[in-house]
């Protein structure tokens, strides 16, 4: 986690039935990531919902308006809902290290020709450096609870290091997740 945000106002809070938004347009990922979350949900025994059993596909295929997103906490209010936790990759980048590491570097103090003989593996390692992907992750949540401020309780920003397997970055992506709630003590209480 590389950055958390709590609302300074909220202390503890308890949502009782939480929409569970993994946006992505992938819809395979997507179920599965939301299907992988409820189940965390069910385990603590906090009532949740998959947003791909209330959506319907139309929904995501276009662009909403504030209207239409206003209409839709309506509704979510009137099936009782308090809570919408909302992940979506925000960005990625590509990044490159060095196999040498800065203290193997600094080791040549003498001159050029020490500096060069040190580092002519760049000309001739295909593995002098190591390209990688970090794609920038972030889950908030909302409170939708009636007469009260329909804002921002907790955000988590994430960096997923070169994943190679869904399954098992997800599966770490919630793990993680959930402590995080924990420690902040929102929704899930140690």
Known sequence: MVESYKNPDIVLFDAYKVLIVGMTDDSDVRQDFETRLKKEFDK???????????????????????????????????????AILFTKVAGSESKQTFRKTMSELNRFYGGFKDDYLGSQNIYYDQDYYNQFKVYHAETSLYCICVDKDRSLIWRGALDIKDPKKISKTMNDYITLLVKAMEKEELIFRN
């Open 44 to 82: 603590r025994g906090v009532e949740a919902m998959r947003s791909i059993d209330l959506f319907d596909v139309a929904f995501t295929n276009t662009q909403k308006t504030e209207k239409e997103l206003d209409e839709l906490e309506e509704q979510l209010l009137d099936k009782d809902f308090d």
